[in-house]
């Protein structure tokens, strides 16, 4: 490469992907000094869900299509841990509707993917909904689910909830102490609606106790998620 910097061909764009540290310093160098004409183009890692959830934002809003708050946190779940499938995805979607795009445009293309469907569980459980979210389980299940992220859904939406519940500030404030994004913040305060701290407190004790089980700690991870779903629909109280 380095050669090829000295007497770049006319007409040719080559891409060159580090994935950090120190290896390829010389090359990288002469790329930053503009050898051949060579640029730099720093992307950072996406960590939070927040800002997967700017990143897939931004992809709409530059194809310029328009995307419901729903659908957007549904595609951003569903591809949480793969940011080229969640790229992949949006470019789908903008590509393949003409309409706005809503939660069922994202149900009809992506609703068979683990992630959604465990947070569709967990949506149904913490407001109180023990038989719509028994059975969206057993639904997720048949279509392929694992039981430990299902349990990691839950374990991220009352984590979020536990943070903020007795927290005070404006959404964008609190969003920024906490690593979330502001539409987090709104939903964990309508989802704490009828809890209480010891509600909160027994479910995250029940959580961890699930985790276990459905991690080779139990004999049936089947009706570890039952009972989970069952204390979490009570809010807390057994």
Request: aromatic fraction near 6%.
């Amino acid at each position: 490469m380095l050669d090829y910097l000295a007497a770049p061909a006319d007409g040719t764009v080559v891409v060159l992907r580090h994935g950090g540290g120190v290896r390829g310093k010389k090359l990288l160098d002469a790329i930053r000094a503009g050898t051949g004409g060579g640029i730099e183009v720093v992307c950072t890692e996406l960590k939070k869900d927040s800002d997967k959830y700017d990143f897939a934002q931004a992809e709409f809003r530059a194809a310029g299509k328009k995307i419901s708050p729903g659908a957007l946190r549904a595609v951003t779940s569903a591809f949480a841990d793969d940011l080229a499938e969640l790229a992949g995805a949006c470019q789908q979607l903008i590509s393949d509707t003409a309409a706005e795009i809503t939660e069922a445009t994202v149900d009809k293309y992506y609703g068979g993917r683990m992630e959604t469907n465990a947070f569709q569980v967990a949506d149904a459980a913490i407001a109180g909904r023990h038989g719509e979210a028994l059975i969206t389980m057993r639904h997720a299940l048949s279509s392929g689910a694992d039981p430990v992220p299902m349990v990691a859904a839950f374990a991220s939406k009352i984590r979020t909830m536990a943070k903020i519940s007795g927290a005070r500030g404006g959404s964008g404030q609190l969003a920024q102490q906490f690593g979330l994004a502001p539409w987090q913040v709104d939903r964990a305060r309508r989802d704490l609606s009828g809890w209480t701290e010891d509600g909160l407190g027994r479910c995250i004790e029940v959580l961890a106790e699930t985790d276990a089980n459905v991690k080779g700690g139990g004999r049936d991870p089947v009706f570890a998620l039952e009972r989970m779903i069952r204390i979490v629909s009570s809010r807390g109280r057994d």
